[in-house]
């Protein structure tokens, strides 16, 4: 994809969000090159001591990480009876979090594969960011079922493992089936994050000053000389784990709806969950990636990479995909109505108007009204602004599974048998040492690994197009400003 | 080497010794000892100091009550089912019986080697018939307390010894016996134990000046006088509810709170079989929603005050407007009749009840209550006497011991003897007066002063505390004795282990002090037994052992002459008095509680955790408000208030309540108790202290909010209830317990049932198929009376962990099976209703296919099992239980268990471990040994081969049907059509619970039928 040649730039030099349809926005701004991309994203692995503020984020995240230790730890030793849970209310901070932090994985994904395959070139700005969102986003919400079941050391029993019993897992479970999505989810995350990562950590290897840095990053980038046939096989395996990726997407959401929508709880017992989870899952996690990129490109100087336009587009999606589930929402609730179920009808009265009718209406809040301020251009470009609204909606999306799970459970089939659920502090603590835990994990991450792929980047340079505009000259010498400016 | 021999060394006594080197006591030893034990060295050196001494043979006492656990110590204890030969590990079942109120219940009580593990009815006992109540249940749960006292203690010595009691006891009552027992007083709790009537007499006869006097706190006294004054002479009132046609209870709670209770019970729901000739109608007047007026067809609430003027006015419009015949000999009432029509409450009494009870001579039963005054008994008899029930419905027999001071007179008599220092040596056996006695008369402080007070008590509670000499009593099932049940029937009571804890019953703490000793209960109650002759006939003791119940030891009954003197003005007199509290002020109900009943099972932790039958509250009571009341009071739900009664007030929680009567409150007694033990104390208000002088069914009370709120722990609506949840709770209650009208019912049984039709289920594949058995249960909602036995017998039976009261708050109760009560039609008049929910054994069931590792599967026979083993806890299965049945381990219940309390369990069921969910089995157990015994009992087969034989219908009972006193749940095979829970299935009033879902339960309900009569929509 290359530039296509304007005749009005923009006042701004860095605002690319015009859509004039006689030209493409450039996907990078300033007078990059090659070797300014390199510098740019390199030099913040690179740097020796990274600035104070990192210290402080890294020191707070990490003693939330530490509570988070130390709830897990009391839990293990306790048992589960340390959190609020009860009968009918078997589940809520533990899975409420499980899917909140699923969800937030499918952005990275989405961005990734799907939008790779669409040949989306925008996304090279922020794959990098997101999917390492997503590995760390999964790792967060595969913690919560493995510690919520009530013999943790008995957890491996969900795994088909051969045995002398030849006592195999319940294929017909949906807890089972989630089992495999979310270790499938994570496994081709993982490893379509690291390939797509490993001629980026050869051109660390390659700048590297110290002889440890050198063997570090020149193991994990596996001899990756830049040859002809290195970029052959790379494009095309990048090709076939963006395709098997681009299912898991749609699947894994929908595996983990099926926890709800396979049973016979009225409120959970619903067919549109799959495709509601999964629009969730991305408006959320888009909103996870935003909250993460505006600091990012803010602090870092990464303007010129991650620019409005990439900010401005993510939040297009967040507005329809929060549109899809605001129908979503809705048509909960015509169907209660029109399917007669005088228990799925009472389910939804009563999470609108029942005791926990106020996290019904923060939900509503956050993820229906807040985004409808993206119809307005100068929101969607206004980075803090937009910032906001995606704590909003992910606030929102954490109560949408609280009320999907309390709410539901709370109050079933028997009157006789209704109750309620008040978390404990050890789940506010937990909750809050996921994040401790994530936080840690993406400040590693920004510290020590490029945090923008450096090679996609290049490839959607105006250089790289071997059949680059005749005004790009022009173009590159007009960009006054450096990037390293910023 | 031969010094250290110690056969040799004839210079000292024989002794024992660990070692060659202790025994050398060389200075290497010593050492040693220094060394290892430097805590200890003083004492294992030196000779024990006393207190370390006591402190250790307390300790050793313990575990030799241990030692004693392996085998029954008595030489003769024959078995009610005798197996071939004991086998170790095979249960055993032995008959005894508990009193509780002064009437006994014959039980069954399994023991595995010597240690019983649960209870049951005796099927032979006329007034169990093999049902019991929650607390005969629970009994069990006492001989395992720790916190029950394990050794006699002396108040300034501390722990003592009995040898140490006997040295005391045996000069100070021979000096006693020297002066006729002058300054000597005994009060004792209420007994119908000839054995104890016996040493009475014989105690007496010892002690010619000294006092005997007996105390309930909770007494039937008032019934006794009342027939005094009706007849002269205390008799006992039986009646026949299963021949009723009109039951009329006047505050009486025949299910639950009557020494019959158990029997009644049955009675009753067999004479309201909906297929039978007579279906009776329930009518009952209360103050406070009992579990009596659960059940009833038409209750009318009013305060307690009335309830007498009420009944006037029954008999006044039975005798006005519907011609009954006032015998001759209650002329003297017809002045009262008059007067009655100008009251107040001759407009409350339904024209429905009068027609219900005129013209049906000997088809009715009036009941009153033990609350009720005595003239209000005596008004009973006048009434049964009238509708001609007497003879049929209504039979009496004498009171035993006519002539005794009733309870509330007696410990008045007492109190005022201490308080002139006439008691020098008082004898405490049972009981608990510091903690019961009436308020105003300050008897903790006056036994502090008596001299000497000597107590037999379970535990060292707030009577023993204040006592001189505290002796442990043994448990039921550690002693022998005898008592008789309400018809007079003498129960033996025979010991199922050794004391634990070297506990005395009341029989070898009278026959130490009447210097009978060592004769103890054993030899006490086979000398009642033989009635004079030396010995009694061994095959009479051993068939009266086996059985539990000692023939032909019935009272006769009686057939007293009516009259109305001395009483018929007292009547006349209270009519005048208001019938409503004076404005400002409240009637105060004083009741027994369903748990505790008057605080005795206090530190029982079952029975603190039965949840109430009507309020369904643990480990609580609280004042009892009807929701109009509470709204002009000012006051919510768990608002804490404060209850006055001239000058003295309490403070306590508000539970609203529909059904208490209008102006009107009720609380239960028995909690607050301060020294009831590490259960029991603390839990709940005392409410006693508003309990003084004479009036101890009601008080008029004044109540204000304090402000304060409370955490009421309940097993149902947990959390208080939202209008929206409210409402939508009282519209599925009618689908989920489902009701027929009698009316309808004989109309045309195939269509009377409410509800949808159902649709006919889609199997998406061939059904698993049971050839041989197809297990499955049937619960009778009209026999259910929800008293919650089924409730304690299951947690004996599986082992189920009390979790407290904080884990009951906040929904964690383990229970198997649980009693849904549901409230239906107006506030100030509802009607409740019962439901026993436990696993439901789906046939697809929505468990088994969420459990990720297949932890809960069917078997062959198609019940829904959970595999503890295979368990990881994920909660899935319980959230998607429709009927919400399953439990799950929190935590390790079981964690802080001693050994003793361990002894409780059930071998036979696993004892389930944290993070693990537990869930009804329908005792597999049982059903498990029932088929290995028909099993191993060889038939000759079809082909000519032995084979086992087939498992009899009705030879399962589950826990919870076997201690139904009505028998509302039926197990069995439901592929044997004539089995009763296939009949019972297939009954036009059979439905299954949430069927519409497919789930396809193996439990059907059968529904409840009202018998309303007149206008449905109830009274008052």
């Known amino acids: 994809m290359s530039v296509v040649g304007t005749t009005a730039p923009s006042a701004d030099p860095w605002d690319n969000t015009s859509d004039d349809p006689t030209r493409r926005a450039p996907l990078v701004l300033g007078a990059a090159d090659y070797a300014s991309v390199t510098e740019k994203v390199a030099e913040l692995a690179e740097r020796r001591r990274p600035p104070r503020a990192w210290y402080i984020a890294f020191g707070v995240s990490l003693a939330l990480t530490g509570l988070l230790g130390a709830m897990i730890l009391y839990l293990f030793t306790t048992g589960v009876g340390v959190w609020g849970l009860n009968s009918p209310v078997g589940w809520a901070f533990d899975i409420i979090n499980f899917v909140f932090w699923v969800g937030i994985g499918h952005a990275g994904t989405l961005i990734s594969a799907i939008l790779f395959l669409f040949r989306q070139s925008w996304r090279t700005g922020i794959n990098r960011f997101a999917e390492a969102m997503t590995i760390f986003a999964v790792i967060c919400a595969g913690l919560f079922p493995a510690i919520h079941v009530g013999r943790v050391w008995l957890i491996y029993w969900v795994f088909p493992l051969p045995n002398q019993m030849q006592v195999w897992p319940n294929f017909r479970s949906p807890l089972l089936w989630d089992v495999f999505a979310v270790s499938t989810y994570f496994t081709v995350s993982l490893l379509f994050w690291y390939m797509g990562m490993i001629p980026d950590l050869a051109t660390l290897r390659d700048r590297a000053t110290s002889r440890v840095r050198q063997r570090v990053y020149g193991l994990f980038a596996m001899g990756w000389r830049g040859s002809n046939r290195h970029w052959q096989n790379y494009e095309r395996v990048y090709l076939i784990l963006a395709a098997l990726a681009t299912p898991l997407v749609l699947s894994v959401h929908s595996v983990v709806s099926f926890d709800f929508a396979v049973s016979m709880v009225p409120g959970w017992h619903t067919t549109i969950f799959p495709p509601y989870f999964v629009a969730g899952a991305i408006f959320c996690g888009f909103a996870m990636v935003l909250l993460l990129a505006v600091p990012a490109r803010q602090w870092f100087g990464l303007e010129a990479l991650i620019t409005l336009r990439h900010l401005e587009n993510m939040n297009k999606i967040m507005l329809a995909t929060g549109m899809i589930i605001g129908y979503a929402y809705f048509i909960e609730f015509f169907i209660a109505w029109y399917g007669g179920n005088v228990y799925e009808h009472f389910a939804f009265v009563n999470r609108a108007l029942g005791p926990y009718a106020w996290s019904y209406w923060i939900m509503v809040t956050c993820n229906v009204i807040a985004p409808q301020l993206f119809w307005s251009k100068r929101i969607r470009t206004s980075p803090w602004v937009a910032w906001g609204i995606c704590v909003f909606i992910n606030v929102g999306m954490w109560f949408e599974r609280f009320v999907i799970i309390v709410t539901s459970l709370s109050r079933d089939y028997l009157p006789g048998s209704w109750g309620a659920y008040k978390p404990t502090w050890v789940e506010l603590c937990t909750l809050l040492g996921s994040f401790g835990l994530f936080f840690t994990l993406f400040l590693l991450f920004v510290r020590f690994v490029p945090m923008v792929a450096m090679a996609e980047v290049k490839a959607v340079l105006p250089q790289a197009d071997a059949h680059a505009s005749p005004n790009e000259p022009e173009r590159r010498a007009t960009g006054t400003l450096a990037v390293e400016k910023a | 080497m031969s010094s250290l021999d110690p056969t040799t060394d004839s210079g000292r006594p024989r002794s024992f010794w660990r070692s060659l080197d202790e025994r050398a006591d060389t200075p290497e030893f010593r050492q040693f000892v220094e060394r290892e034990f430097p805590a200890w060295a003083d004492e294992m050196l030196e000779p024990a100091s006393r207190r370390r001494f006591l402190q250790l043979m307390g300790a050793s006492m313990a575990l030799a009550g241990m030692t004693a656990c392996r085998w029954p110590a008595e030489p003769i204890v024959p078995f009610a089912h005798r197996p071939a030969g004991f086998v170790p590990g095979e249960p055993l079942h032995y008959a005894t019986a508990l009193e509780l109120a002064g009437a006994a219940v014959g039980l069954l009580v399994t023991s595995y080697d010597g240690r019983p593990i649960k209870v049951e009815g005796n099927p032979d006992h006329a007034y169990g018939l093999g049902g019991t109540l929650a607390w005969h249940q629970a009994a069990l749960l006492d001989l395992y307390d720790p916190d029950r006292s394990q050794h006699v203690a002396q108040r300034e010595a501390g722990p003592a010894s009995w040898d140490d009691f006997v040295a005391f006891a045996r000069p100070h009552f021979d000096a006693l016996r020297a002066v006729r027992g002058s300054r000597l007083a005994v009060l004792a709790d209420a007994s119908s134990s000839p054995s104890r009537a016996d040493m009475r007499a014989r105690f007496t006869a010892a002690f010619p000046d000294a006092r005997w006097y007996e105390y309930e706190p909770l007494s039937r006294d008032n019934a006794r006088e009342g027939a005094r004054l009706a007849f002269g002479r205390p008799q006992r009132t039986h009646v026949a509810l299963d021949r009723a046609e009109t039951i009329l209870s006047l505050d009486e709670d025949f299910l639950l709170h009557h020494p019959a209770a158990v029997r009644y019970a049955r009675d009753f729901v067999l004479g309201r079989d909906p297929d039978g000739a007579t279906f009776s109608r329930l009518w009952v007047v209360e103050t406070s929603p009992s579990l009596t007026g659960s059940v009833a067809d038409r209750r009318i609430a009013i305060p307690n005050r009335a309830i007498q003027a009420f009944a006037t006015c029954v008999l006044a419009k039975l005798v006005h407007e519907a011609g009954a015949d006032l015998p001759a000999a209650l002329d003297g009432l017809g002045p009262v009749l008059d007067a009655a029509r100008r009251h107040p409450m001759y407009g409350r009494v339904d024209a429905d009840l009068v027609l219900d009870l005129a013209g049906k001579a000997g088809r009715t039963v009036v009941l009153a209550g033990p609350r009720l005054p005595a003239e209000t008994h005596a008004l009973v008899h006048a009434l049964n006497a009238t509708l001609g029930n007497v003879g049929r419905t209504v039979t009496y027999t004498a009171e035993p011991d006519p002539d005794r001071p009733s309870h509330a007179q007696a410990i008045r008599d007492l109190a005022r003897d201490m308080g002139r220092n006439f008691v020098d040596t008082l004898v405490l056996v049972g009981g608990n007066p510091v903690y019961d006695a009436p308020a105003d008369l300050g008897f903790g402080d006056l036994l502090a002063r008596v001299k000497t007070s000597i107590r037999l008590g379970a535990y060292e509670d707030e009577t023993s505390r204040v006592c001189t000499w505290h002796v442990p009593r043994a448990h039921i099932f550690e002693s022998w004795g005898d008592a008789r049940d309400f018809g007079g029937t003498v129960c033996l009571i025979q010991p199922l282990i050794e004391p634990l804890h070297g506990g005395r019953t009341d029989l070898d703490l009278l026959a130490q002090l009447l210097g009978e000793a060592p004769f103890a209960a054993y030899e006490i109650v086979r000398r009642t037994f033989a009635r004079g002759a030396a010995e009694p006939d061994p095959r009479a003791w051993h068939e009266a052992l086996r059985v539990g119940v000692v023939a032909g030891t019935a009272w006769p009954e009686a057939g007293p002459t009516i009259g109305t003197a001395g009483w018929s003005k007292r009547l006349r007199a209270a009519l005048d008095a208001p019938a409503y509290p004076e404005p400002g002020s409240y009637e105060l109900v004083f009741g027994p509680d369903a748990s505790v009943i008057d605080g005795r099972f206090a530190n029982n932790g079952w029975l603190q955790e039965l949840a109430d039958p009507l309020t369904k509250l643990t480990w609580d009571n609280a004042v009892i408000v009807a929701p109009a009341t509470a709204a002009e009071m000012g006051v919510r739900h768990g608002d804490v208030v404060r209850v006055t009664r001239s000058g003295t007030s309490v403070e306590l929680p508000v539970f609203v309540l529909p059904g208490q009567a209008p102006r009107t409150v009720g609380a239960t007694l028995g909690y607050g108790r301060t020294r009831?033990?590490?259960?029991?104390?603390?839990?709940?208000?005392?409410?006693?202290?508003?309990?003084?002088?004479?009036?101890?069914?009601?008080?008029?009370?004044?109540?204000?909010?304090?402000?304060?709120?409370?955490?009421?722990?309940?097993?149902q609506d947990h959390f208080a209830i939202d209008t929206l949840g409210a409402q939508e709770r009282a519209e599925r209650a009618v689908t989920l317990v489902r009701e027929v009208e009698l009316e309808a019912w004989r109309h045309d049984p195939q269509h009377a049932m409410p509800g949808e039709h159902a649709v006919a289920p889609v199997e998406l594949w061939k059904p698993h198929e049971y050839p041989d058995e197809r297990w499955g249960m049937a619960i009778d909602l009209n026999a259910c009376t929800g008293c919650g036995a089924c409730v304690v017998a299951c947690q004996a039976e599986n082992n189920i962990p009390i979790v407290g009261k904080a884990e009951v708050a906040r929904g964690r109760e383990m229970?198997?099976?649980?009693?849904?009560?549901?409230?239906?039609?107006?506030?100030?008049?509802?009607?409740?209703?019962?439901?026993?929910?436990?696993?439901?054994?789906?046939?697809?069931?929505?468990?088994?296919?969420?459990?990720?590792?297949?932890?809960?599967?069917?078997?062959?026979e198609g019940l829904n099992v959970m595999v503890y083993n295979r368990c990881i806890g994920t909660r899935y299965c319980n959230n998607n239980c429709p009927y919400k049945v399953r439990r799950?381990?929190?935590?390790?219940?079981?964690?802080?268990?001693?050994?003793?309390?361990?002894?409780?369990?059930?071998?036979?069921?696993?004892?389930?471990?944290?993070?693990?969910?537990?869930?009804?089995?329908?005792?597999?157990?049982?059903?498990?040994?029932?088929?290995?015994?028909?099993?191993?009992?060889?038939?000759?087969?079809?082909?000519?081969?032995?084979?086992?034989?087939?498992?009899?219908?009705?030879?399962?009972?589950?826990?919870?049907?076997?201690?139904?006193?009505?028998?509302?749940?039926?197990?069995?095979?439901?592929?044997?059509?004539?089995?009763?829970?296939?009949?019972?299935?297939?009954?036009?009033?059979?439905?299954?619970?949430?069927?519409?879902?497919?789930?396809?339960?193996?439990?059907?309900?059968?529904?409840?039928?009202?018998?309303?009569?007149?206008?449905?929509?109830?009274?008052?």
């Open chain 2, 815 to 860: 229970h198997w099976i649980r009693i849904d009560r549901y409230f239906a039609g107006a506030p100030d008049a509802p009607e409740i209703v019962h439901q026993p929910v436990t696993c439901h054994h789906c046939e697809n069931a929505p468990c088994e296919q969420v459990c990720p590792v297949g932890a809960t599967v069917h078997d062959a």
């Open chain 2, 888 to 1020: 799950f381990n929190w935590f390790n219940n079981q964690k802080h268990q001693s050994d003793l309390e361990v002894m409780i369990y059930n071998p036979d069921v696993t004892v389930r471990s944290r993070g693990v969910m537990e869930k009804c089995t329908f005792c597999l157990q049982r059903i498990q040994s029932v088929r290995i015994q028909a099993r191993n009992e060889q038939v000759r087969g079809e082909n000519g081969r032995a084979a086992g034989r087939l498992i009899r219908d009705g030879e399962i009972v589950p826990a919870c049907a076997q201690a139904c006193p009505t028998r509302a749940i039926d197990f069995g095979d439901l592929n044997d059509p004539e089995s009763r829970v296939h009949r019972k299935h297939a009954s036009p009033r059979a439905y299954r619970m949430l069927a519409e879902f497919n789930v396809r339960p193996r439990t059907a309900y059968l529904a409840r039928v009202r018998n309303r009569g007149g206008h449905p929509e109830g009274a008052a």
């Open chain 2, 676 to 715: 009831a033990g590490r259960v029991g104390s603390g839990a709940g208000f005392d409410v006693y202290p508003l309990r003084v002088g004479d009036d101890t069914a009601w008080a008029d009370v004044r109540v204000e909010p304090t402000g304060r709120t409370y955490r009421l722990a309940t097993t």
